[in-house]
């Protein structure tokens, strides 16, 4: 088993920025890769961004140049830094553990509480 932990979220105005963050324990040895995924009020829940652990990432159109995903393998833990913030960003963001199959990543932790982004005009 794995499970997740996120914490970061909170209220900001447009441009202003957030780092989220993700703390993962359990079986660390049954996961390769990390996701961050965002789900706005009324609609499903998103792919955002990914990193392996040797460090390569992949970022959603949307958030490309302004969100950076980044991890620190000694803490178990991943981050999302997100900077210029509009208001489209506003969504609840879940981290989730899991590995790549080719270029698909497949989320092997359990998904947790979540972190709510609220960002105002």
């Known amino acids: 088993q794995v499970q997740v932990m996120e914490s970061g979220g909170g209220s900001v105005q447009a441009g202003e920025s957030l780092t989220l963050s993700c703390g993962v324990s359990?079986?660390?040895?049954?996961?390769?890769?990390a996701a961050w995924y965002r789900q706005p009020p009324g609609q499903q829940r998103d792919l955002v961004a990914t990193?392996?652990?040797?460090?390569?990432?992949t970022y959603a159109n949307p958030v490309k140049g302004r969100f950076s995903v980044t991890s620190d393998n000694a803490k178990n833990t991943v981050y999302l830094q997100m900077n210029s913030l509009k208001p489209d960003d506003t969504a609840v963001y879940y981290c989730?553990?899991?590995?790549?199959?080719?270029?698909?990543?497949?989320?092997?932790?359990?998904w947790g509480q979540g972190t709510q982004v609220t960002v105002s005009p």
């Open positions: 989730t553990a899991g590995n790549f199959n080719g270029t698909t990543y497949y989320p092997y932790s359990a």
């Open positions: 359990g079986s660390i040895s049954m996961i390769s890769a």
């Open positions: 990193i392996s652990r040797n460090g390569r990432t």
